[in-house]
C-alpha cells in the first residue's frame, strides 16, 4: 500500500491530495474528466468561515457557535452535530489554509441567506469557486510535473470499483483509460460529488427523486453519483438519499429556454440587496430565506420570475453582473420605464413594490421575514440589471454514510477500512437543506478531513507493528517494510511486477517512487509503443499566421469549424468544446468572436498556453488588436 488514492479532481479531491502530501504521503488522483475542477468550479457565492482573519478586519464578530447554530436551524430534523460540529468549528482554519497555504484573496464578505452574520468570503475578482479551485489544482500539477514519485494525476480515468480483501478491507480500485483497465493499490479517497445530473439508467434521482427529474440542473454531466455507486456495491449505507437542494435562482437564457442545464445566479446577489419579482412585478418571499423555502414560494406562485439588482448591488458584484450579461443571461435597463417593458408588466407596479420595499426596511417589519437589508433605496430613476430565474436541481444533500473522520460507514454503522469521502459525495453533512457558501466549504473541510484520516491508514496498514516487517502483496505489486526500533530507520522495498526500488529514510516511513509508472501496469510501456505505431500518422499542423482578420475569424462560427479569440490568439475551438469543463455552450456563444472580456472574468491569462496551446491557429493581424 504505498500511497492514498483520490478518485474525483473538484475541490474536494483536490484539498485531500494536497492534505497527503503535506503529512507526508503520497497520492495518486484519479478523475474521468479530461480537466480537473468538477462542479467546483462553479460555485459562485464564495466559501463561508466563521472566526476568520477577514471577518475581524471588517469588524464582524462571528462565533463558531453562532455557524453552528444556524446550520442546525437549516438541517432541521436531519442534523447531525457530530458533522456540523466539524463543518463549522473547522471552518475558520480551512479558510486560513487557503490564504495562507495558496494566496488567495478572501477579503470581501457576503451574507447569504440563512446566515446570521457576513460570513460567504470571496476575493475582488473572479468567481470563487473558480479561484480557489484553480489555485489548488496548479499547485497539485506543479507537484506532480516536480517529483512525480510523490504525486500523480491521472485524465480521463473512469474508476470502475473498488477493490476488497478478504476482510472487506477496500485496497484499491479498478479504473479504465484508454480502453484498458488497470489498477492501483492504496486507501481510497471518493470524491466524485453528487447526482445532480444523474439521468442514467440506474439514476438515484429517479430511484430517489423522481419528482425532481423534469428539473433543469446547474450540475455538469459528469454528476452521476459513481462514488455512491460504487461504495454502495461493497457495503457501504447512503444517508438522506431524498435530500435534493431545488435552488431558485437558475438563470434562463432567453435564447435557449429550456436547456436542461443552466448557469446558476450566485445566491450572493441576492446578499447584496436584489430582490425576487413574480410574474407581475411583486416581491412574494424573503429573498434570503433557505432555498427550499424560496423554491417552494416560486413553485406556488406566478411566473416568469425575475431577480433584479439596482445600481448599489450591482456595484458590489459587479464581476458576476458582467459574466451573466456577457452569456446573455442578464440584462440592463437605464430606468423603470426600460425596466417594465423587458419584464413586461406595469410600470406602476414596479414603483408601488419599491416603495413598499422600501418602508419595510426602513420599519425592519417585513411580511415576508426578512431581517436584513442592503444598498437601499429601490427607486424608479436608478439603474437595474434585471435576470429570469427558475428553480433548478443545484445539489445533493444525500449520500455515502460517514463520520466526523471522513470514514465511510456500513449499515451497522461501522467504517469501512481503507475507504473515506470528502465533498458532496458525502451524506449527513447539511441536512434537510444546505446553506448557501457551505459547498466549498464542506470540500475544503472535509477533504483535509480525509485526506488526513487516509494518510493515517495509510501509515498504519505499512506500520502495522510498529516494528520488524510488514509485507503487502497486491498481485502485481508487492512490498517489504523493515523498521529498526534503535536508530528510527525505515527501509521500504517495493517490487512493481518484477522491478525493485527501494529507500530509506530516519524518523518517518518512506514511500518508494514508483507511483507514477505503477499506476497503469507493468505492460503500459509495451501497450503504448503498440498503439503509437498503429495510430495513423497526425495531419500536419498548419502553418502559424500572424495576419489574421476578424472579418475571417467571423466566418469559423459553427460546431464543427469554430474559431474564438482570446487576448489575440486565434483558437480553433471545435476539439475543445466538448472537453470545455464549463461546458460547451460556454465557448459556442463566442464562435467567430473575439471572447477576451468573459475569458479573462474566469482565468487567468496562462490557461490558454497550458491546455489549448495545440489549437492555436495563430494571432490577430496587428490592425485588428
Known amino acids: 500500500m504505498s500511497r492514498v488514492i483520490v478518485v474525483g479532481g473538484g475541490l474536494s479531491g483536490l484539498s485531500a491530495v494536497h492534505t497527503v502530501l503535506e503529512r507526508g504521503g503520497n497520492v495518486l488522483l484519479l478523475d474521468k474528466e479530461k480537466f480537473l475542477g468538477g462542479n467546483s468550479t462553479k460555485a459562485t457565492s464564495g466559501i463561508n468561515g466563521a472566526g476568520t482573519d477577514t471577518q475581524a478586519a471588517l469588524g464582524v464578530a462571528d ?4 455557524f453552528i447554530a444556524d446550520t442546525t436551524k437549516s438541517a432541521r430534523e436531519l442534523a447531525r452535530p457530530e458533522m456540523i460540529e466539524v463543518l463549522c468549528g473547522d471552518s475558520a482554519p480551512a479558510v486560513h489554509w487557503l490564504q495562507s497555504s495558496f494566496g488567495l484573496d478572501l477579503s470581501l464578505l457576503g451574507r447569504l441567506g440563512g446566515h446570521s452574520f457576513p460570513r460567504t468570503h470571496r476575493g475582488k475578482e473572479r468567481f470563487p469557486g473558480m479561484t480557489i479551485t484553480y489555485a489548488l489544482m496548479e499547485a497539485y500539477e506543479a507537484v506532480c510535473e516536480a517529483d512525480p514519485s510523490r504525486a500523480v494525476y491521472l485524465n480521463k480515468a473512469t474508476v470502475k470499483r473498488l477493490l476488497t480483501d478478504a476482510s472487506g478491507a477496500v485496497v484499491g480500485v479498478a479504473y479504465e483509460r484508454d480502453g484498458a483497465m488497470h489498477e492501483a493499490y492504496g486507501p481510497v479517497v471518493i470524491a466524485t460529488g453528487g447526482y445532480g445530473a444523474d439521468f442514467s439508467a440506474d439514476s438515484l434521482l429517479a430511484k430517489y427523486r423522481p419528482d425532481v427529474l423534469h428539473l433543469p440542473t446547474t450540475n455538469g454531466p459528469h454528476a452521476t453519483g459513481d462514488g455512491i455507486k460504487m461504495a454502495t456495491a ?12 431545488v435552488h431558485p435562482t437558475g438563470l434562463v437564457d432567453p435564447n435557449d429556454p429550456e436547456s436542461k442545464t443552466k448557469w446558476l445566479a450566485a445566491e450572493a446577489l441576492r446578499g447584496t440587496g436584489a430582490l425576487l419579482l413574480d410574474g407581475d412585478g411583486r416581491r412574494f418571499c424573503n429573498e434570503l430565506g433557505h ?6 414560494e416560486m413553485f406556488k406562485g406566478k411566473g416568469p420570475f425575475r431577480l433584479l439588482l439596482n445600481h448599489r448591488c450591482a456595484e458590489k458584484i459587479i464581476w458576476h453582473c458582467k459574466h451573466y450579461c456577457g452569456r446573455g443571461l442578464m440584462q440592463q435597463a437605464a430606468n ?11 410600470r406602476e407596479t414596479l414603483v408601488q413594490t419599491f416603495a413598499e420595499y422600501n418602508r419595510v426596511a426602513e420599519s425592519k417589519n417585513d411580511p415576508f ?7 437601499l433605496p429601490f427607486t424608479a430613476n436608478d439603474q437595474f440589471h434585471v435576470a429570469t430565474v427558475t428553480p433548478v436541481v443545484h445539489y445533493t444533500m444525500g449520500g455515502l454514510a460517514c463520520g466526523p473522520d471522513g470514514t465511510v460507514r456500513n449499515a451497522a454503522g461501522s467504517a469501512i477500512n481503507g475507504l473515506f469521502a470528502a465533498g458532496e459525495v458525502m451524506g449527513g453533512v447539511h441536512g434537510v437543506n444546505r446553506l448557501g457558501g457551505s459547498s466549498l466549504l464542506d470540500c475544503v473541510v472535509f477533504g483535509r478531513v480525509a485526506g488526513a484520516s487516509a494518510t493515517a491508514c495509510l501509515t498504519s496498514r505499512t506500520l502495522t507493528n510498529g516494528g520488524g516487517a510488514v509485507a503487502a502483496d497486491s498481485g502485481r505489486q508487492s512490498a ?12 521500504v522495498d517495493i517490487t512493481w511486477g518484477g522491478a525493485a526500488a527501494s529507500s530509506a529514510t530516519s524518523g518517518k516511513p518512506a514511500v518508494a517512487a514508483a507511483a507514477a509508472s505503477s499506476s497503469a501496469g507493468p505492460a503500459a510501456p509495451a501497450a503504448a509503443a503498440a498503439a503509437a505505431a498503429a495510430a495513423p500518422a497526425e495531419p500536419a499542423k498548419p502553418a502559424f499566421r500572424t495576419d489574421i482578420t476578424m472579418a475571417e475569424v467571423a466566418k469559423h462560427n459553427t460546431r464543427e469549424d469554430g474559431w474564438v479569440v482570446v487576448n489575440g490568439d486565434v483558437i480553433h475551438v471545435t476539439p475543445f468544446l466538448d472537453d470545455h469543463p464549463g461546458g460547451a455552450k460556454a465557448i459556442e456563444l463566442y464562435l467567430g468572436k473575439d471572447s477576451s ?29
Open 336 to 346: 423603470v420605464d426600460e425596466l417594465a417593458k423587458l419584464m413586461n408588466v406595469r
Open 234 to 245: 461493497i457495503g457501504a449505507d447512503i444517508y438522506d438519499p431524498t435530500m435534493v437542494q
Open 597 to 625: 472580456e468573459e475569458f479573462n472574468m474566469l482565468h487567468n491569462n496562462q490557461v490558454v498556453n497550458k491546455y489549448a496551446k495545440d489549437l492555436i491557429v495563430g494571432r490577430l493581424a496587428k490592425a485588428n488588436l
Open 369 to 375: 421575514g426578512k431581517q436584513f437589508f442592503d444598498s
Open 480 to 491: 517489504t517494510v523493515e523498521v529498526s526500533p534503535a536508530d528510527g530507520k525505515v527501509r
Open 63 to 66: 462565533s463558531k457557535a453562532q
Open 291 to 296: 432555498r427550499d423555502y424560496v423554491s417552494g
